[in-house]
């Protein structure tokens, strides 16, 4: 079946530093890479995605990387501030609509 | 624009009793899923459906689980007898479904079997 993971499984950053949490796959035929951010008690919400025919996208602090070749992508966040602490899911597809979830990535930025 | 709306929200239960959970997706959406989520893990897909047809319950414990989505809009997610490792969150989302993209999740309903 298919297989999602990600690394590190939790990171801790000072604020004001760069993170980066990779996510690899095992689906070929993927072609929508998303991330989504989950606050304590809160719901999953997307802050960025892309699509296979992409290599990079920036979306002001966030950015995100795909290596199809090797089969991951990763979730850049620079200039960490305080309220980026929350678990992170990369869920790419798998077929057209279906999204695996990831491990989780629980990301602290220390004040 | 609505968003998914999930109830009730908590739930607490016996094992061995059962439980139904209720989600209204945003309007127009064709795709709706229900995944579960176990404290400290990542959502886990137990069922999709495109319109009011199933399209992957591969990980839906068909024992003692069951879901349906009438008419194509909102749908019911069952358990019964429930077992204590059923205690999740149950995570409704809903997506366009004309290509891939973006989940709307609604706010999830916790479950607690005693």
């Known amino acids: 079946g298919e297989n999602v993971e990600q690394h590190p499984s939790t990171l801790s950053v000072q604020e004001g530093d760069s993170a980066v949490i990779k996510c690899t796959y095992s689906?070929?035929?993927?072609?929508?890479f998303p991330w989504y951010k989950q606050e304590l008690g809160k719901r999953p919400q997307l802050i960025i995605d892309i699509r296979s025919n992409v290599g990079e996208k920036k979306d002001q602090r966030i950015a995100v990387t795909l290596n199809k070749t090797a089969k991951h992508f990763s979730l850049h966040i620079t200039e960490t501030q305080p309220e980026d602490s929350a678990v992170y899911f990369c869920?790419?597809?798998?077929?057209?609509?279906?999204?695996?979830f990831g491990t989780g990535t629980r990301l602290k930025v220390l004040a | 624009e609505a968003g998914v709306a999930q109830s009730p929200r908590y739930k607490i239960i016996e094992k061995r009793q059962s439980v139904a959970f209720w989600c209204n997706p945003i309007s127009g959406h064709a795709t709706l899923y229900w995944y579960q989520q176990i404290l400290g893990q990542g959502p886990k897909l137990l069922i999709q459906f495109q319109n009011n047809g199933v399209v992957d319950d591969s990980q839906l414990p068909k024992d003692r689980f069951s879901a349906e989505r009438l008419k194509g809009v909102d749908s019911t997610l069952k358990i019964q007898p429930a077992k204590l490792e059923d205690s999740a969150v149950y995570l409704c989302?809903?997506?366009?479904?004309?290509?891939?993209?973006?989940?709307?999740f609604g706010e999830g309903s916790r479950l607690t079997v005693l």
């Open positions: 989302a809903s997506s366009k479904g004309r290509e891939a993209g973006e989940l709307f």
């Open positions: 689906d070929s035929a993927s072609n929508y």
């Open positions: 869920a790419p597809n798998s077929g057209t609509y279906k999204y695996i």
